[in-house]
Each structure stands twice: as C-alpha cells, then as structure tokens.
Nanobody, 121 residues
Framework: QVQVVESGGDLVQAGGSLSLSCVAS????????MGWYRQAPGKQRELVAI???????NYGDSVKGRFTVAKDNAKNTLTLRMNNLKLEDTAVYYC???????????????WGQGTQVTVST
C-alpha cells in the first residue's frame, strides 16, 4: 500500500507565512507527480501547485507569486511554502501523489487526509 501524509497546518495571521509538508511512503516504484490541493467550506477542491518528476511546476492562479513548492524525488516529499497569506487561503490542504507501484505498472492516485490552514485577521 501507499500512504500520503500531510503536516504543518496551523492558525496564522493574515500576511504571515506557513510551510506544509507531504511525504509519500510504502509500495512505491516511482512518483509521476505530487501536488497540493485545497478545499474551503462550500467550495470545490482546487489546485494549489503540482510538480512532476522532471521538476516542472504549475501553480493555481490565486497563489502565484505567493506560494512555492519544493520537491525531493529521493525522499518522496513535497513542501509547500506559503507567504503573504490571505483570509481566502483558509482551507483544508490535501496532498496528492500519482504513484507507479511496480516497473511498467499503471499509475494510481493517492490522497492524504488533509491538514487545516486557517488565516485570521
């Protein structure tokens, strides 16, 4: 099996910074991509940032210029650094990994349980 675990969620003031960490572990042959998504109450889950194995990264429009990700392929980790946080960044943040479990095998999508980020005034 494969586990995806997020950590780092917290309560932070607007304008502040926070880092979230994600690690994938278990029966992993390779990871095609890892990404962060978020879901605010009453809203659909949206892309925050996604990084593929080659290092290409795409960001959601609402976080461009404020959030950055760092991916460690050897450790299967993805760190999200969030700067200049806004009230609208309040959400549950989820990590996703697209995992190949054996050589030549198909890709499976795994999600973490989520970590709460709350931005206050």
């Amino acid at each position: 099996q494969v586990q995806v675990v997020e950590s780092g969620g917290d309560l932070v003031q607007a304008g502040g910074s926070l880092s979230l960490s994600c690690v994938a572990s278990g029966a992993i042959f390779s990871i095609n991509s890892m990404g962060w998504y978020r879901q605010a109450p009453g809203k659909q889950r949206e892309l925050v940032a996604i990084s593929n194995r080659g290092g290409d990264t795409n960001y959601g429009d609402s976080v461009k210029g404020r959030f950055t990700v760092a991916k460690d392929n050897a450790k299967n980790t993805l760190t999200l650094r969030m700067n200049n946080l806004k009230l609208e960044d309040t959400a549950v943040y989820y990590c996703n990994a697209l995992v190949v479990r054996r050589a030549g095998g198909q890709t499976f999508s795994y999600w973490g349980q989520g970590t709460q980020v709350t931005v206050s005034t």
